[in-house]
């Protein structure tokens, strides 16, 4: 794993007691939570991904379409599969934090 997936599962881990429910059924509630956590982690990228884009394009001179057809270096392409390792951690967490499976 890598820094920043290594640090979201030691919060996920740390967790102690048992994770309070607001649903009847623990598997659904699970599937919301996920649910949830995609749907925030999406929105905030899109904003951010939307408005660098925006600006990067604009910097460079050339057209949206253009900077999003661009090729990316192998580095970056890394740093972005630890990004994205992360995310899945985050919004996976309901699988894996252990206090789930106290309250099941």
């Given amino acids: 794993?890598?820094?920043?997936?290594?640090?979201?599962?030691?919060?996920?881990?740390?967790?102690?007691?048992?994770r309070p429910t607001s649903l009847n059924d623990a598997e659904t509630e699970k599937v919301l939570c996920m649910a949830?956590?995609?749907?925030?982690?999406?929105?905030t990228a899109q904003e951010r991904i939307?408005?660098?884009?925006?600006?990067?394009?604009?910097?460079?001179?050339i057209s949206l379409a253009a900077w999003k057809e661009a090729d990316v270096p192998e580095e970056?392409?890394?740093?972005?599969?630890?990004q994205a390792e992360a995310l899945q951690l985050r919004?996976?967490?309901?699988l894996?934090?252990?206090?789930?499976s106290q309250g099941a």
């Fill in 91 to 94: 919004v996976l967490r309901p």
């Fill in 1 to 18: 794993m890598t820094g920043a997936a290594e640090a979201v599962e030691m919060v996920i881990r740390g967790g102690r007691g048992i």
């Fill in 36 to 43: 949830l956590a995609l749907l925030v982690e999406l929105t």
């Fill in 50 to 61: 939307d408005r660098l884009e925006r600006e990067v394009a604009s910097l460079r001179g």
């Fill in 96 to 100: 894996i934090d252990p206090r789930h």
């Fill in 76 to 82: 970056i392409r890394h740093e972005q599969a630890e």
